[in-house]
C-alpha cells in the first residue's frame, strides 16, 4: 500500500468514526429521547399500511413540546411514514418495514396541521398515499 492510499484510507476511517458519533449522539434530539433518555412518550399513534392505504384515527391531537410515539407496520411492501408542513416540507420521516414495528419518538415544537405521506416508492398507487390534516398540533 502506498503512503497516499494510507492516508486516504486514515481520513475515510476517520469520517465513518465522526459520522457516526455525531449521528448516534445527543447532538441529535431525536437519537438523544430514542437511545440514551428513554422518555416515556405521552402518546402512542398506530399507523397500518396496507394495499397502499394508510390507516389511522386522523386527525390525531398532540400538545407541542410533548413526546408522541408513533408505531407504524405494513401487511405487504415497504412504505414510508413522513410528516409534512402545509408548505409541503418536511418535518421527519421513518421506513416501514413490513413483518415489523417501525417507531420513532418525535415533539412538535411548531403548533398547527400536518399531513402525512409516504415517503418511500412503494408501486404505481404511491402517490395517492396521502393521509391530508393527519395531525393537530395545539
Ligand atoms: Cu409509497
Redesign the pocket.
Known amino acids: 500500500m502506498e503512503k497516499s492510499e494510507r492516508n486516504w484510507l486514515f481520513i475515510l476511517i476517520g469520517f465513518f468514526v465522526i459520522v457516526n458519533a455525531v449521528t448516534l449522539s445527543t447532538l441529535v434530539p431525536w437519537q438523544s429521547w430514542q437511545l440514551w433518555q428513554k422518555v416515556t412518550p405521552a402518546k402512542v399513534v398506530n399507523v397500518q ?1 396496507e394495499d ?1 392505504v394508510i390507516s389511522m384515527d386522523a386527525p390525531v391531537e398532540i400538545n407541542k413540546g410533548e413526546y408522541v410515539q408513533f408505531a407504524a407496520t405494513s401487511a405487504d ?1 415497504t ?2 411514514f413522513g410528516v409534512f408542513r402545509k408548505d409541503n416540507s418536511m418535518v421527519f420521516q421513518m421506513q416501514v418495514m413490513p413483518g415489523r414495528t417501525n417507531t420513532i419518538i418525535w415533539m412538535f415544537d411548531e403548533a398547527g396541521v400536518y399531513d402525512v ?7 404505481p ?3 395517492g ?1 396521502v393521509v391530508r390534516d393527519a395531525i393537530e398540533v395545539k
Not at 405521506?117 to 408501486?123: A, H, L, P, V
Open positions: 399500511y397502499y411492501v412504505y414510508g405521506r409516504s415517503t418511500e416508492y412503494s408501486g398507487k404511491h402517490s398515499m
